[in-house]
């Protein structure tokens, strides 16, 4: 990706990694750049790729050893972009994996509020959000997009902690001030208590990362039955004045979807509009029921959709027509939404995307007719459900991030083919080189993510004892 004549000797770098590098910089395009050095500058920006065949590759690895700065992969290893999660509900960690047989306002209501409602206690918040961001840098999720909680200092410990543990994270401090929907013991006690506190939220993790920082905060009314109109057009008076993310849910579940339209009689996607809360740094989490006109908007602003198959299973009586957004250029990005999909690793919601799709496309009702039971063209394959991982989740939130090329952040990881205790096996003689990523996407488990870095640092080495040069 550069020329000899790019790359005569400068400052050695802060750090080069030798091996080959696979990411999918456009949708559905494979790069697979065997035996390159991606050098990286002293403010965690790739500076350089340079490929095998170029000279000044072996000058660069020699200095990069001789100053400590190299990490050379071994054979099996793979140097990947670091992945992105566009919807993860942190204080919902201790539920994963429990009371999905619920409709989504019944689980809300039953299970989830009385959980959230427990990190009014710093000492609970501690302990999960801990487990919850090591969980999720151990996965290889290097960028998460994160509802907090109700309460500014649970939300703030979130984010000091994402900070301290160096994952690139945007957070919200969630609004939820509607007494029709939302309990005594778990709201806003009222639109300007929770908008003040909104900036005061702001303010801190403004202070601890600066302003357009690794870590930010973000505009975080819930979704629109949680809040009443006057919290909506107070956050999107912040939002507009700010120029900071916006997240919600947007036209998640039948009754969701129908909630909204009966009390302000539009879409969810348009109300947001209204209320000056859809923008180009505006997430919306599912977006199953949006309607061409929704499209039109959300591709108008350039705002990003959090596309959460796992979780839809579950709440949301629809799959995502995610090939069509695609199609109509909207910008979409996976998420989890933990804990509604009950499983950490964005390379599961890879597989859950391809399948959902695939569902989709042929339909699901073996007593409809093949040609009348599903979506023609729905489905997407293995490559642009990693695109969506990575590069469609930066380009989502507005960020240099998902793609290992010059001026994105280093936010990469290593995946090891060769790992004893787990099932993602390669098989050379078999294979094409694009069949490795094929495999990772389908196999990768939490054991094969051996290292990850964000901006350049080491945030996960799980073979920490191991010479890597
Ligand atoms: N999946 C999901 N949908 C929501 N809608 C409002 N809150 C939530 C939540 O916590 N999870």
Known sequence: MT???????????????????IHTPERGVIEILEDAVVTVGED????????????????????????????????????LPGLVDLHVHAPQWPQIGKALHLPLEQWLANCTFPLEARYADLEFAARSYSGLVDALLANGTTTALYFGSVHLGATKLLADLCHAKGQRALVGKVVMDDPTLCPDYYRDASATIAVAETEMFIEHVQRLAGP???????????????????????????????????????????????????????????????????????????????????????????AGIGHCPLSNAYFSNAVFPLAQALEKKLHVGLGTDISGGPDASIFSACRHAIAASRMLADGVDARIAPDKRGRPGAAIDFAEAFWLATAGGGIA?????????????????????????????????????????????????????????????????????????
């Open 3 to 21: 020329n000899a004549a790019d790359t005569a000797a400068g400052e050695p770098p802060l750090l080069a990694v030798a091996g080959t590098v």
């Open 44 to 79: 965690g920006r790739i500076e350089r790729v340079i490929e095998s065949d170029d000279p000044a590759q072996e000058a660069t690895i020699e200095a990069a050893a001789a100053g400590g700065r190299l990490t050379l992969l071994r054979a099996g290893q793979y140097l």
């Open 212 to 302: 357009e920082g690794r870590v930010r905060p973000v505009i975080t009314p819930r979704f629109i039955p949680a809040c009443t109109n006057d919290a909506l057009e107070e956050l999107g008076r912040l939002a507009r004045q700010t120029g900071l993310h916006v997240q919600t849910h947007c036209s998640e579940s039948d009754w969701e979807h129908d909630f909204v339209r009966h009390r302000l009689g539009a879409t969810d996607t348009r109300s947001l509009e209204a209320f000056g809360l859809l923008g180009r740094r505006t997430i919306l989490a599912h977006s199953n029921f949006i309607c061409d006109d929704d499209m039109d908007a959300i591709g108008g602003c350039g």
């Open 397 to 469: 939130l507005d960020l240099p991030i998902g793609v290992i090329a010059p001026g994105f952040a280093f936010d990469a990881m290593v995946i090891d083919t060769t790992v004893p205790d787990a099932d993602l096996t390669l098989w050379p003689d078999l294979d094409e080189p694009e069949d490795v990523l094929q495999r990772i996407v389908y196999g990768a488990a939490r054991a094969n993510v051996r290292r990850v870095w964000v901006d350049g640092a080491t945030v996960v080495d799980k073979d920490a004892g191991l010479d890597w040069t």
